[in-house]
């Protein structure tokens, strides 16, 4: 293909060595290269897993000089091409990462305690939501499951559909809190509105749903309407800091993330003044094993302002306020499933995405579904649901058998 | 009683004022007052649960230099004597503190962290351990159950009785382990070395249980040679510092209580090279809801070096090695539950334990046992079970309900 003089010659193997040092820095993959020139090559003696094919001289540079998002962009704008199946490539990347980021800790905590002092405004918060969530609910209507459940579903077998994962998730939330007709929800991020709609319809509750996405919202009413569900549920275009009035039950499913190491304190101050003295409450959130800082292409293209904290930082919105927790399920391989769920829904009509957006964002969702995938296969990321009750309240659950009466998965 | 002349008259307002403010200190409790001189009163308006006499001047004066050491020092050498039940006062004083303490978070939080740099040496470790372990065989077994369980049961129903709760709780800890025959466990902290025989004699695992107290690891030897277990179950008298063999299950019931904030990292290290990548580990351990030191009077008399750590104290276990917590379950209600069987179990033999040792020791465990059942009711004490795995150990158990299969509470 090139012209083989020397200088070309020299000029590959400079490359090759940019490349080898780069391959070296996440691990040395699984997987073999491809260069603009033709040259291939692995750096792994296994088998390689897939072939990542670098169209263009300066995609490498821009790996070079920032492998997350150089990877991420170049990817979404077609100057790397990923051949063979992108979830396995994904894993292979992330565990490869893992493996040798294994001795850090120290680094990365003190990150996070750094970043425990910059807050989300409320500009900023609404700015960050949408961002993401008002990309258009035809959007996330194509991939997603009928109810629109963007949060990890919970499979009770295996074998369960998302749908039926989905729904056995809203079930397995409200179970949890032990959920009792008359009672009065608040639900802190409330998506489009699944929840608090399956908690009024199914289990007789009283629920006021807030959320900043205009988009989720509108639509979430539009269900209750069609579900006659107008007088049990009401959905409040508002910021969880601006939630002031008294429940038996508060949860908060996939909103965490999202609020920011800084105001974790103010969320428990939130459901401190809200949640009455015998009430429980439960945040579900993605998360992680230890601190680590938020993959720099995630927060620049798909979650702006996002954190996934490990449990001791997640205590800052317990402790402070002397909630006792009493349950914490960690449903890691449920989200890594559901995330493999959405990217095979996702890859059968990347075709429409890209009709209604462009390719390049068509390529970065595909990416970002794959990637969230292997983040959990990996351990990268884990899910918590942390449930909880004010200091003092005696009225908690015996045992956590209760959960486990009348699940479909029971052998 | 006493003579009333305007000097004994002064003299008596003056002690009152004292023992109020005294009260007030801890949050104005419904019980009722007798002093040295006859004199009776109260200072909630509520009906007392229960009547504290101070007998002697010099105890109120101890109680005011050190409401905890004083009342725990004068009540155990029957300066003051609670008329009444012994638990109904502890509850009703317990949760009158938490009820005043109730605004405080920083402080015992600061407390804590300074704390954690205050290491427990081996010596001082085993020092602690033979204080309160090595009372002798024969006072445990005046008032445990019959395996000798000193740490939490497990009530599958509220009907069971303390000896079925204790086995439950076995149970409980080897089904979230999911033990199978031939695996390798190694325990840290064994006491009487009951869960040890418990995994070998029923589950057919092999054994290594680690505990500095020399009489109870005389009496675990003795019971394995008896149930014919010496080939699976191999009592170890050394410090969890030591432990260094690999094995596919860590287990530690009861010990963290005892190994001080500065050592978690030390036993995380210490799981970290002793459990396999495929391994799984479980902790328990009394705990907090928030940051707060030991009880002063509990640290001198009853568990010196003792600290029971929050859930954001207790991830210093984990994180900085890296560990996936996949499960936490607290059972506070049945560590109340425990203390208050324990408690009626040794008021029977009260009299037996004043002539083994003397009526001081006899009223002070008495007061103890009365006291922690108290803490655990009110929730100043939880109880945290830790389930967790090593960094990307993809064996976890799909979903929790396997821990309730087969249990004999089920409805």
Not at 2 to 22: K, N, P, Q
Not at 286 to 306: C, E, L, N, V, Y
Request: charged residues 25%; glycine residues 8%.
């Amino acid at each position: 293909m090139s012209v083989d003089t020397s200088h070309s010659l020299a000029e590959r193997s400079f490359d090759r060595a940019l490349i080898h040092s780069l391959l070296k820095h996440v691990g040395n993959p699984r997987i073999s290269i491809r260069l603009w020139n033709g040259d291939e090559f692995q750096v792994s003696d296994e088998r390689p897993v897939a072939c990542m094919e670098i169209r263009r001289r300066r995609a490498a540079l821009r790996l070079l000089r920032s492998p997350s998002v150089g990877f991420g962009e170049c990817y979404s704008q077609g100057l790397i091409e990923v051949h063979g199946d992108l979830l396995a490539f994904a894993n292979e990347i992330t565990a490869a990462i893992t493996r040798k980021r294994e001795g850090r800790y120290y680094g990365p905590k003190l990150r996070s305690m750094l970043h425990a002092m910059n807050a989300n405004s409320l500009t900023r918060a609404r700015h960050n939501v949408h961002h993401h969530y008002d990309l258009g609910n035809d959007f996330y209507k194509l991939w997603l499951d009928p109810r629109l459940v963007y949060t990890c579903a919970y499979y009770e077998s295996p074998a369960a559909t998302l749908a039926e994962a989905q729904l056995a998730k809203l079930e397995h939330v409200c179970r949890k809190l032990k959920l009792r007709p008359g009672q009065k929800v608040i639900e802190a991020g409330c998506g489009w509105g699944a929840l608090a709609l399956h908690m009024a319809e199914h289990h007789g509750a009283n629920v006021v749903a807030y959320n900043t996405s205009t988009e989720q919202i509108a639509y979430a009413r539009e269900q209750a309407a069609t579900l006659g569900l107008d007088d049990k549920v009401k959905f409040v275009e508002d910021d969880y800091r601006n939630i002031d009035e008294r429940c038996d039950v508060f949860v908060s499913v996939g909103m965490l993330e999202h609020v920011g190491l800084a105001n974790f304190g103010t969320l428990g101050s939130v459901i401190k003044r809200c949640l009455k003295k015998d009430g429980i409450g439960l945040i579900h959130s993605i998360g992680r094993s230890h601190a680590q800082k938020m993959d720099p292409w995630i927060i620049k293209h798909i979650f702006p302002g996002g954190h996934a904290p490990s449990l001791s930082e997640m205590t800052a919105v317990f402790e402070p306020c002397k909630f006792s927790i009493i349950d914490i399920e960690n449903l890691r391989p449920h989200y890594a499933r559901t995330c493999a769920d959405w990217l095979r829904n996702y890859e059968a009509v990347t075709d429409q995405v890209a009709a209604m957006y462009d390719e390049e964002f068509a390529r970065m969702w595909h990416l970002y579904l794959a990637g969230s995938s292997a983040g959990f296969q990996s351990g990268t990321l884990q899910l918590y649901q942390v449930l909880f009750v004010p200091h003092g309240n005696d009225q908690v659950p015996w045992t956590r058998e209760y959960q486990y009466q009348g699940q479909s998965g029971r052998a």
